[in-house]
């Protein structure tokens, strides 16, 4: 399935307060469903457990971008130089910060991705009074596809084809 697709199919299950205007309780979710990945490497849970964590992290990232009237395909994170080369290796194999194969660094990678994210939102309040601004819509943009190619990374690592 196309990201593009799976972000349209996802608004079937998006119930939450205010759905279609509210950027804050997905952001919110994708902190904490991100968080839960972070832990299940931590714990060093079997790589299969991870599949369910990727799932949750890539819904809420998807009501994110709807909410911004973004979109998900557009951020081509699959076709970034980074991902291509994980699965051609089938784990990771360097990345901006440096070279790792740790599903752990990967993770927490991920967090601090989501975290930039989360960031954003609170400026878009607490500056723009809520208002998503043409500029802020654009670092929207560039920060979600970090979380993606982020996603990318950590399912590789973890052993699971992102694209099946």
Known sequence: MQLGEYQKLSRRTAIYP???S????????????AGELL??????APHKDFLGELGDVLWYEAQVATE????????????????????T??????ISKGVSDSLI???AYLVVAVAAVSECTKKMFRDDQGELTGERKE??????????????????????????
Not at 39 to 44: F, H, I, M, N, W
Not at 89 to 94: D, H
Not at 140 to 159: D, F, I, P, Q, T
């Open 18 to 20: 205010d759905a279609g």
């Open 22 to 33: 509210n950027p804050v309780y997905p952001t919110l979710g994708l902190g904490g469903e």
């Open 39 to 44: 832990e299940k490497a931590l714990q060093s």
């Open 68 to 87: 911004l009237c973004l979109e998900l395909e557009d951020f081509k994170a699959h076709e970034d130089l980074r991902v291509k080369d994980a699965a």
């Open 89 to 94: 290796r089938g784990a990771v194999a360097s």
């Open 105 to 107: 660094e990967r993770c």
């Open 139 to 164: 670092k929207y943009a560039v920060l979600l596809k970090e979380v993606l190619v982020s996603w990318y990374l950590v399912a590789y690592c973890a052993g699971i084809n992102p694209e099946n």
